[in-house]
């Protein structure tokens, strides 16, 4: 699937999933991810970043409430819209366009993030060519993904008699050459997801760790950190749901470095 396929899908994604979230659906970003990423982000007061597929631009301007000047790039012109309309942040500029192929010129960037954003995009090893391109020597990279361990093609949550989730069933790791189109809405307990509000259509592309790391190694990028995080106790008892991230880790988060030299 090429960028052109991908981005319809987010096209017609973007409206409920700018809506869903806002309104406090996406409770894997909001207890885990956001949190976790931004414990793990380095000092990035006065720097110039980059928000790789930065959707309605949640997170990018949590970025720039940390001082930094930073542009968010996404495939899709609703999200773009959606960002750049009903959450206006004076600092923040917003682009249209695929994160494989970009019109920055080469060194603009002190830092890159993508958060969840990554693993959404066609070709990874295209995608840290040309955060090569455009980041400057010794910046940094700061992304999240579905952990590719535990989220393979085939996956299913396997429950006691108490419907409590004990172990994950895993399969076809390696089949790596499908693309499926993947089904699903936010958690619908928080009263937001309405009767007959179509589900996400998402293309999701099977990878395995090695192809992570090589994509990145490939490219001249160094791993500096990695990171499995997991509900806590507090997260869980806001939202009881979260308890089955603990049976396995459900996001991968790494940060890499372009080397200082080039
Ligand atoms: C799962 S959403 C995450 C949105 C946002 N970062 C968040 O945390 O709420 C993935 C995003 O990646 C964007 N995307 C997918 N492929 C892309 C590409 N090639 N270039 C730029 N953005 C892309 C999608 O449009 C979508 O907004």
């Known amino acids: 699937m090429n960028d052109d396929q991908t981005k319809l899908y987010w096209e017609a994604n973007a409206d409920t999933w700018s809506h869903l979230s806002r309104a406090g659906a996406d409770i894997y970003r909001d207890e885990i991810n956001t949190p976790e990423f931004l414990k793990h982000l380095p000092d990035i007061d006065g720097l110039t970043g980059l928000d790789i597929g930065c959707g309605d631009g949640y997170n990018t301007r949590l970025l720039a409430d940390k001082g930094a000047k930073m542009t968010g790039l996404d495939i899709s012109e609703k999200f773009i819209t959606n960002a750049s309309l009903n959450n206006p942040h004076a600092s923040i500029e917003y682009k249209t366009g695929t994160a494989l192929h970009t019109s920055f010129p080469n060194g603009t960037f002190d830092f890159a993030t993508g958060f969840m954003s990554f693993m959404d995009v066609s070709d990874i090893d295209q995608l840290f060519r040309e955060l090569n391109r455009i980041l400057k020597p010794g910046a940094f990279v700061q992304f999240s993904i579905s952990h590719p361990c535990f989220n393979p093609l085939n996956r299913k949550n396997l429950k006691d008699e108490n419907g409590k989730v004990y172990a994950v069933e895993l399969s076809s790791y390696f089949d790596t050459d499908n693309v499926i189109i993947e089904e699903w809405l936010f958690d619908?307990?928080?009263?937001?997801?309405?009767?007959?509000?179509?589900?996400?259509?998402?293309?999701?592309?099977?990878?395995?760790?090695?192809?992570w790391f090589n994509a990145m190694a490939g490219n001249g990028f160094t791993i500096e950190m990695m990171n499995e995080p997991r509900p806590t106790p507090a997260s869980i008892k806001r939202k009881p749901k979260l308890i089955n991230a603990t049976v396995v880790a459900y996001f991968l988060h790494i940060r890499c470095r372009k080397s200082y030299n080039k």
């Open 188 to 211: 619908i307990n928080t009263g937001a997801v309405q009767p007959g509000m179509q589900p996400f259509r998402i293309p999701r592309f099977i990878r395995t760790l090695s192809q």
